[in-house]
C-alpha cells in the first residue's frame, strides 16, 4: 500500500508571525545565572558534569538544567561557536510534501525547503535527516529531509562561511557546519509548530533527528541545542560526536588510527575558527562531549556505532558511558542507548540494531508505552570509570 502523504497534493497552508521568547532553543532550561565566559581547565580526565564553573555542586534536577546552560555556553564559546537566536520572523508554508521556509533576521532573509513525506495520516512522530534518513524506521513515522550541506557547506576549508546561513548571518559568523545546521534545523520545528498538527499532521511533542557519519555529529548538535527534540539519532559520528576528544588524543597516542581534534579543524568547517586555539591540548577544555549527550539528557538519545578505528570505537564507548552517569542521576538510563556493533559498511545500519532502534523510536516518537531496556553494548572493554575522578549524584 502506497505510504500516506502528510496533506493531499496541492494543499498549502501559510502562516507567519514574529516571534515569542518561548521560541527560543532553549525553551525549558531553567532561568538562572550560569558562567557566560567558562574559563579553561587543566585536567586530563572527563570534567565532572555536576560542579558549576565557580565550584558549586549541582544536586538537584533543577540545577542541571542550569549547569546545562553552562554547558552550552562553553560548547559554543570553545568548539561550535554562536547559536544565533531566533529569527525577527518566521513564514511557513507547506505545499505537498515541501516545506517552505522563510526567516528574517534584522535587514536580511533567506529561504529554504524541507520534504516531508509519510506518516500515519493522523499526528504523527517525525524525524528530520540531516540529508536522506538511511535508518529503517518503524512504519508511522514520518520523514522530513533537511538538505544541511546547502545550509552550511562542508566542503573541506575553503567552504567556510558559505551557505544559507552564512547568507543570512554573515560569512564570518563564529558558528561552524554543525552549529548553522542545528540552527537551520530549530527553524523546522518553528515551521512545524506554527502550521500546526492540523495542516502538517506532524506531531511536535515527538520529533526525532538524525544523520550519519559527518551529518551524525550535526544531529548529535542539533539534538543538543534544541530542547524540543525529544529524540536524537547520532548514527557512527566518531570525534565530534559520541567520541571525546581527551580519550581519542590517549587513544592517538598509543598508536591507534583515531581522528583527533587536532586533524578535525584541518579537514573541514564543521566547528567554529574558535576551536582551533584548543586542539592541541583539548585536557585545557572545560568539557568533553560526553556533555554533549549531558546536554540532551534526559531526552531521549540512541547512539549506533560501529568498530570502525577512525571513529574511535575505545573513545565513543567510554565517552558515551560517562554520558549514562549523567543520565542515571537523573533516573533516566533507559532514555540513552548506545550500541556499538562492528562488522558492516560506514553508515550501513546492521540488522542486529534494528530492535533497539524500534524500541526508542516507538518509545519517543510513536505510542509511548514502552520505555526502552537499557541498552549499553559495545566490543570494546572501555569503561568511563578510566577517565573520569568523579561521582554521580542522585539529582532531587
Ligand atoms: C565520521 O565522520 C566523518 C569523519 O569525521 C571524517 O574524517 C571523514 O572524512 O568522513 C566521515 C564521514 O562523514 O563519512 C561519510
Same mark, same amino acid.
Given at each position: 500500500?502506497?505510504?500516506?502523504?502528510?496533506?493531499?497534493?496541492?494543499?498549502?497552508?501559510?502562516?507567519?508571525?514574529?516571534?515569542?521568547?518561548?521560541?527560543?532553543?532553549?525553551?525549558?532550561?531553567?532561568?538562572?545565572? @550560569?558562567?557566560?565566559?567558562?574559563?579553561?581547565?587543566?585536567? +586530563?580526565?572527563?570534567?565532572?558534569?555536576?560542579?558549576?564553573?565557580?565550584?558549586?555542586?549541582?544536586?538537584?534536577?533543577?540545577?542541571?538544567?542550569?549547569?546545562?546552560?553552562?554547558?552550552?555556553?562553553?560548547?559554543?564559546?570553545?568548539? %561550535?561557536?554562536?547559536?544565533?537566536?531566533?529569527?525577527?520572523?518566521?513564514?511557513?508554508?507547506?505545499?505537498?510534501?515541501?516545506?517552505?521556509?522563510?526567516?528574517?533576521?534584522?535587514?536580511?532573509?533567506?529561504?529554504? +525547503?524541507?520534504?516531508?513525506?509519510?506518516?500515519?495520516?493522523?499526528?504523527?512522530?517525525?524525524?528530520?535527516?540531516?540529508?536522506?534518513?538511511?535508518?529503517?524506521? @518503524?512504519?508511522?513515522?514520518?520523514?522530513?529531509?533537511? $538538505?544541511?550541506?546547502?545550509?552550511?557547506? !562542508?566542503?573541506?576549508?575553503?567552504?567556510?562561511?558559505?551557505?544559507?546561513?552564512? $547568507?543570512?548571518?554573515?560569512?564570518?559568523? +563564529?558558528?561552524?557546519?554543525?552549529?548553522?545546521?542545528?540552527?537551520?534545523?530549530?527553524?523546522? =520545528?518553528?515551521?512545524?509548530?506554527?502550521?500546526?498538527?492540523?495542516?502538517?499532521?506532524?506531531?511536535?511533542?515527538?520529533?526525532?533527528?538524525?544523520?550519519?557519519?559527518?551529518?551524525?555529529?550535526?544531529?548529535?548538535?542539533?539534538?543538543?541545542?534544541?530542547?524540543?527534540?525529544? %529524540?536524537? =539519532?547520532?548514527?557512527?559520528?566518531?570525534?565530534?560526536?559520541?567520541?571525546?576528544?581527551? =580519550?581519542?588524543?590517549?587513544?592517538?597516542?598509543?598508536?591507534?588510527?583515531? !581522528?583527533?581534534?587536532?586533524?578535525?579543524?584541518?579537514?573541514?568547517?564543521?566547528? +567554529?575558527?574558535?576551536?582551533?586555539?584548543?586542539?592541541?591540548?583539548?585536557?585545557?577544555?572545560?568539557?568533553?562531549?560526553?556533555? %554533549?549527550?549531558? %546536554?540532551?539528557?534526559?531526552?531521549?538519545?540512541?547512539?549506533?556505532?560501529?568498530?570502525?578505528?577512525?571513529?574511535?570505537?575505545?573513545?565513543?564507548?567510554?565517552?558515551?558511558?560517562?554520558?549514562?552517569?549523567?543520565?542515571?542521576?537523573?533516573?533516566?538510563?533507559?532514555?540513552?542507548?548506545?550500541?556499538?556493533?562492528?562488522?558492516?559498511?560506514?553508515?550501513?545500519?546492521?540488522?542486529? !540494531?534494528?530492535?533497539?532502534? $524500534?524500541?526508542?523510536?516507538?518509545?519517543?516518537?510513536?505510542?509511548?508505552?514502552?520505555?526502552?531496556?537499557?541498552?549499553?553494548?559495545?566490543?570494546?572493554?572501555? !569503561?568511563?570509570?578510566?577517565?573520569? $575522578?568523579?561521582?554521580?549524584?542522585?539529582?532531587?
Amino acid at each position: 500500500m502506497a505510504t500516506r502523504m502528510i496533506l493531499p497534493a496541492f494543499a498549502a497552508a501559510v502562516s507567519a508571525f514574529p516571534f515569542s521568547p518561548s521560541s527560543s532553543p532553549l525553551i525549558d532550561r531553567q532561568a538562572c545565572t @550560569p558562567a557566560t565566559d567558562v574559563p579553561s581547565v587543566s585536567n +586530563s580526565l572527563l570534567p565532572n558534569p555536576f560542579i558549576f564553573a565557580d565550584g558549586s555542586e549541582v544536586t538537584t534536577a533543577d540545577e542541571w538544567t542550569c549547569r546545562q546552560e553552562e554547558i552550552l555556553n562553553a560548547f559554543q564559546q570553545y568548539e %561550535l561557536g554562536d547559536l544565533p537566536p531566533a529569527p525577527d520572523s518566521l513564514e511557513a508554508s507547506l505545499n505537498g510534501g515541501t516545506l517552505s521556509i522563510s526567516v528574517t533576521v534584522g535587514g536580511s532573509s533567506a529561504s529554504f +525547503s524541507a520534504s516531508v513525506s509519510g506518516g500515519s495520516g493522523g499526528s504523527s512522530g517525525a524525524i528530520i535527516g540531516l540529508g536522506p534518513v538511511a535508518l529503517p524506521l @518503524p512504519g508511522g513515522v514520518a520523514t522530513i529531509t533537511f $538538505d544541511n550541506s546547502a545550509f552550511a557547506q !562542508q566542503n573541506g576549508g575553503s567552504s567556510r562561511g558559505q551557505g544559507i546561513f552564512y $547568507d543570512l548571518f554573515g560569512s564570518d559568523h +563564529s558558528a561552524g557546519a554543525l552549529t548553522a545546521w542545528a540552527w537551520g534545523i530549530s527553524r523546522i =520545528i518553528d515551521a512545524l509548530e506554527q502550521l500546526g498538527a492540523e495542516t502538517t499532521g506532524i506531531d511536535t511533542a515527538r520529533l526525532g533527528v538524525t544523520g550519519c557519519s559527518r551529518n551524525g555529529k550535526g544531529a548529535f548538535v542539533a539534538g543538543a541545542l534544541d530542547t524540543r527534540i525529544a %529524540l536524537t =539519532i547520532p548514527q557512527e559520528s566518531g570525534a565530534g560526536g559520541s567520541a571525546c576528544w581527551r =580519550i581519542s588524543d590517549s587513544e592517538k597516542a598509543k598508536g591507534k588510527n583515531v !581522528q583527533t581534534a587536532s586533524q578535525i579543524v584541518g579537514e573541514n568547517v564543521w566547528f +567554529s575558527t574558535r576551536f582551533d586555539s584548543w586542539t592541541s591540548d583539548t585536557s585545557r577544555l572545560p568539557y568533553d562531549h560526553h556533555l %554533549l549527550a549531558g %546536554l540532551i539528557a534526559p531526552r531521549g538519545l540512541y547512539v549506533p556505532e560501529n568498530n570502525i578505528d577512525w571513529l574511535g570505537p575505545v573513545s565513543m564507548t567510554a565517552c558515551m558511558r560517562a554520558s549514562r552517569l549523567v543520565y542515571e542521576a537523573l533516573g533516566a538510563s533507559e532514555h540513552l542507548g548506545f550500541s556499538l556493533v562492528g562488522g558492516h559498511g560506514h553508515c550501513q545500519f546492521p540488522a542486529s !540494531q534494528n530492535g533497539e532502534l $524500534d524500541q526508542f523510536v516507538n518509545y519517543f516518537l510513536l505510542d509511548g508505552q514502552t520505555k526502552p531496556e537499557i541498552i549499553d553494548r559495545s566490543e570494546e572493554n572501555a !569503561q568511563a570509570g578510566d577517565y573520569i $575522578d568523579w561521582e554521580a549524584p542522585v539529582l532531587s
